[in-house]
């Protein structure tokens, strides 16, 4: 099925609805935007200004409305990222049709159970 939709950024007020449901296992997270039960999260390290820094890409699979954060590590750490290691993967950069391809990607991963990755602390 192909159908025109315009990927965006969750709203403060939607970003709020996502952190009450934080302690739900995430298929029983419900995305505000479209009510579809499901939401995902990706994760990845890297080395930030100052320490290890933890980055996050939360989204819906459904209408792919996606938010981005990160943060200070704080001896965490994310024991795998197929994105990293596949130099193919998109990288989400440009317009619409690349987040599109970045979101589906991330997708596949989900479907193949690679994600979410654990994260455990040192
Ligand atoms: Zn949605």
Redo the contacts with the bound molecule.
């Keep these: 099925m192909v159908y025109k939709r315009s990927i965006r950024v969750y709203s403060e007020e939607e970003k709020e609805a996502l952190r009450a449901q934080k302690d739900l296992p995430p298929e029983e997270q419900q ?6 039960l499901g939401i995902r999260r990706y994760f990845t390290m890297f080395e930030g200004r100052t320490q290890p820094t933890i980055g996050s890409q939360t989204w ?6 996606f938010t981005g954060s990160t943060g200070p590590a704080l001896g965490r750490v994310v024991e795998s990222d197929p994105m990293k290691d596949d130099p193919d993967a998109p990288r989400g950069e440009g317009g619409q049709a690349a987040m599109e391809a970045f979101f589906s990607y991330l997708d596949r991963l989900w479907d193949k159970g690679l994600l979410p990755q654990r994260i455990t602390r040192r």
């Design positions: 995305c505000p935007v479209c009510g579809a819906c699979p459904v209408c792919h409305t």
